[in-house]
Antibody, heavy 120, light 108 residues
Framework: QVQLVQSGAEVKKPGASVKVSCKAS????????LHWVRQAPGQGLEWMGM????????NYAQKFRGRVTMTRDTSTSTVYMELNSLGSEDTALYYC?????????????WGQGTLVTVSP | EIVLTQSPGTLSLSPGEGATLSCRAS???????LAWYQQKPGQAPRLLIY???SRATGIPDRFSGSGSGTDFALTISRLEPEDFAVYYC?????????FGQGTKVEIK
């Protein structure tokens, strides 16, 4: 069965960086894009960007360009999201989610979420 | 960036009643790129509807989507106890995805 399993919770100081992983299984890793979506406490969903696991091409939301890097490791079917220069506003639950390219079928599977807390 | 505005913010209804949730876009959205998600407390979002009106795998037929251009809707024909949750619309345009702010459907 399809699974996206994310790394565990993180606590970071302001100004630090965090790197969250998302390991895919149950399907061919290179046949789906992987997106990152975050949700601040009690708030809505915010799209951060996506990576094409086939070639590593990325597309970041304007808000995060220059501060986020998404990478992948095809040998382990894992994607990574690194966010730099953390501030308190980055405290959120971070999700990965997959999308079938060109199929306009939405984000059909999601990871369980990784809580990132930014605190002095 | 296309902004999605959902209304109402909260819908208070009883089980068995019907619900219509609205999603309005700041500019025209390609019908192929409009989706709806359900999120329950402590859970990841779940895809309900994609391409405006197609139900995702395993989604009951009491959920339906409609609309075009800038106005879209999610309709739940008869609310079951498990349908009380927050619902988000989502669109893709101009190389970026955006979500609405959500509509909470709560038990009256």
């Amino acid at each position: 069965q399809v699974q996206l399993v994310q790394s565990g919770a993180e606590v970071k100081k302001p100004g630090a960086s965090v790197k969250v992983s998302c390991k895919a299984s149950g399907y061919i890793f290179t046949t789906y894009y992987l997106h990152w979506v975050r949700q601040a406490p009690g708030q809505g969903l915010e799209w951060m960007g996506m990576i094409n696991p086939t070639n590593g091409n990325t597309n970041y939301a304007q808000k995060f360009r220059g501060r986020v890097t998404m990478t992948r490791d095809t040998s382990t079917s894992t994607v990574y999201m690194e966010l730099n220069s953390l501030g308190s506003e980055d405290t959120a639950l971070y999700y990965c989610a997959r999308e079938r390219p060109g199929a306009t079928m939405g984000f059909d599977y999601w990871g369980q979420g990784t809580l990132v807390t930014v605190s002095p | 960036e296309i902004v999605l505005t959902q209304s109402p913010g909260t819908l208070s209804l009883s089980p068995g009643e019907g619900a219509t949730l609205s999603c309005r876009a700041s500019q025209s959205v390609d019908n192929r790129h409009l989706a709806w998600y359900q999120q329950k407390p402590g859970q990841a979002p779940r895809l309900l509807i994609y391409a405006t009106s197609s139900r995702a795998t395993g989604i009951p037929d009491r959920f339906s989507g409609s609309g075009s251009g800038t106005d879209f809707a999610l309709t739940i024909s008869r609310l079951e106890p498990e349908d009380f949750a927050v619902y988000y619309c989502q669109q893709f345009g101009g190389s970026s995805w955006t979500f609405g702010q959500g509509t909470k459907v709560e038990i009256k």
